[in-house]
């Protein structure tokens, strides 16, 4: 029977908790019972669950090391903490204390910054600003980051009548490989559209052009990406000033630096993916080489990082409710929170641990939350040890746009807490209520009243 290969029994290999599979890192022995020496039951006896938890000493840190990160290649840069990332007052307060200009991207957020920061230390970016907000932007002295022309004619005409010349900066986008472009954002770089708004604001003499800005994306990993944003703004920055005289205060490379989540498409884990603030700046300071303005002071350089600085700093502290048993054999988990107060569960495998000393095997695993909709998952591939009802578990890095773009949907949205760098334990937000809800509700007089 020649040609048929000869037989090879099979081999069994025995799964080894704790190691790396396609499911992700085993839990193992690692349950977060404490989150900064605080215990997590101590926690939710006083706030309840389910519970946001921040951490000012991770905040302080991060900010701290991409500062320092700066300092060493790009000195004199700038961080202005983005808004839209985390709104609340304490996290904001946080980073303005710790040197962070306020970067916001709507008139309700340039209200909130001008309440905790004077108007010289706030960006106003964005697509949409109204004749209001522009003017409220211009009386406080505020950066104006113009989006595209129409906004560019309503901001001299809101100038005009203000009699003011307020100091403004073009938004730019550009072709980078790799990088889907953000084309809806901006005034075009590689067709001329950049140069020719500059141009409209020199003719115009009522705006004074004095930065560029541009912002690639979010959760850029590629550091070609920003060496070669910094490199065309820098070209820019040349022309403006060789060929109309302009020279630039400020340019503003806006964000995007990944935090140390794994999206869904990584395979590895996300501190061994996502490149160091060292190695952005390197990148950054390698791109801005090409700046040629001889006898000119450089221009203040600014980034707008949030996501990076904040995502390591929230927890999320969630109860089970209830086990079932999928038809796959998984097994399925009921949490007390979903996607309505997890919103980045769409873009992020998170870290999730138990909060809880256990024991068990673990096997294959997946977190729901508690709406009545199928695309409440929290985690859909996860090995994870037994848990009981009243059980709880931690999800971690999730300080990033949840709580500005959680939901009031099914349920009431959680509390959210601090825990000082001293241990102090402050509320920072307070759980929402039917009474909260119902305050912003009006009753037209033909439903009467009552019952």
Known sequence: MTGKPAYEPPVLIRHQTGLMNKLGRIAGARPLTEIDGVSIAALVERFGSPLFVFSERTLVARHRELREALAVRLPGARLAWSYKTNSLDAICRVMHREGSLAEVVSESELDRALRLVPGPEVIFNGPFKPEGALEKAFRAGARVHLDHFDELARAEAVARRLAVRPRVAIRVHMALPGIPPWSRFGFNLESGQALDAARRIGAGGVLQLAGLHAHIGTFVQELDAYRQEARQLAGLANVLAREHGVL??????????????????????????????????????????????????????????????????????????????????????????????????????????????????????????????????????????????????????????????????????????????????????RRESLDTLLAQEEIPGWLGAGR
């Not at 600085?309 to 999928?326: I, P, Q, W, Y």
């Open 248 to 429: 630039v205060d400020w340019i503003d490379l806006g964000g995007g630096f990944a935090s140390r989540n794994a999206l869904h498409s990584q395979y590895l884990p996300g501190e061994q993916v996502t490149p160091s603030f060292a190695q952005y700046a390197e990148a950054i300071a390698e791109g801005l080489a090409a700046l040629d303005l001889p006898g000119a002071r450089a221009p203040t350089i600014l980034l707008e990082t949030g996501r990076a600085l904040v995502d390591e700093a929230g927890s999320l502290v969630a109860t089970v409710h209830a086990n079932k048993r999928l038809p796959d054999g998984r097994r399925g988990v009921i949490l007390d929170t979903g996607v309505n107060s997890l919103f980045t569960a769409f873009w992020y495998r998170h870290d999730v641990l138990p909060a809880q000393e256990f024991s068990g095997t673990p096997e294959p695993t997946v977190l729901y939350g508690p709406l009545c909709m199928a695309i409440d998952v929290v985690r859909d591939q996860l090995l994870f040890p037994p848990l009981a009802p009243g059980d709880r578990v931690v999800v971690r890095n999730v300080g990033a746009y949840n709580v500005t773009q959680w939901m009031q949907f099914i349920t009431d949205r959680p509390a959210v807490a601090m825990i000082s760098r001293a241990g102090e334990v402050g509320l920072i937000r």
